[in-house]
């Protein structure tokens, strides 16, 4: 539809055919058979108003002037990719739990004492028995040495020669067993303490002092704090968007959390068929667990709402051309909400002045 802004009266009628328009007005000089009243409104009345009345014009600008970059969001939640519940290895009375729900506790802190004697003994009882084998290993080296000796002398025969080598071989072994027994046991002395294996929030005790823990019995429930992401649900129309978007926000009631695109999951969730991204924050971090809005401006030009026309049921914008507008239909607009500048580049020029009456 091709429209041309029309021209004022006042360029197309001259000042004296107005004024003879004005006169017949006030005479009473009427066309044979029509009485002064018709005459006047069906004749003089319109030509005066278009010359009374101000020339309509529509005015239009550069679609990169006028672009807008509307917003987009969605549901997100700042979750840890470690929630674990740290577990005794040993059986084994608590003596000590360290922790409180909700503390925060560094790496390396203490999380849990276990009663440690049987396993002191043990390791006390796997270092004397590796003495012992050493001790029984260097007399064999030592055997050995003097049935060399004697073999040389011809006081001892190959066979005991051969048996003196094989005590020899046999204690060394001895001394290898027993010493990874000790490194065993250590072990699991080591295991009485339980520390944190990363920084983290406390959630939960799960058992208390006093009671008898078992291997694998779950002591303190632990929220890991140095592996933070922000997880959300993108819409499948806004992949695109975000992947491209240079500014992305976390927004809480709280503050803004500026965050980086991690990767986006090529699943759909199943529930909503939304498509599940992964963000890390770039500074501070808000709090594990809650919950807001992660937002990002659009890449791609829009069109504000007040410039959209409907004609013939479809939602457009006009678009001058010189000194005509034609009317541009947006396919995927929707009233009231920007719509996107899809077929236009970016030096259109959109009419933001005028529209309604083209």
Known sequence: ??????????????????????????????????????????????????????????????LREIAVYPERSAQAQVVSLNESRIAAELAARIVKLAVEPGQRIARGALIAQLDCRDYDLATERAVAVTQASDARAKLA??????????????????????????????????????????????AAQAKCVLRAPFPAIVLERLAQEGEMAAPGMPLVSLLDTSHIEVRAEVQEADLAGLQSARQITFVNAEARYPLRLLRLSPARLKSSRLAEARLRFTAAAAAPGSSARVIWPSPEMHISAELLARRQGKLGVFVATGKTARFHPLPNAQEGRPAKAEGLPADSRIVVRGQGEL
Request: net charge positive; charged share 25%.
């Open 141 to 186: 080296d030592l055997q050995l040495a003097r049935a060399l000796k004697l073999v040389a002398e011809g006081f001892i025969s190959k066979e005991g020669l051969d048996m003196r080598s094989a005590e020899r071989d046999a204690a060394r072994a001895d001394v290898a067993v027993n010493a990874a027994t000790v490194k065993t046991a250590r």
């Open 1 to 62: 539809m091709k429209l041309s802004a029309p021209a004022s009266f006042r360029q197309i009628y001259s000042c004296d055919f107005i004024r003879t328009l004005k006169r017949l007005w006030a005479n009473k000089f009427t066309p044979t058979g029509t009485s002064m009243a018709k005459f006047r409104m069906q004749y003089l009345l319109p030509v005066l108003l278009a010359h009374t009345l101000p020339a309509f014009a529509w005015e239009a600008k550069p």
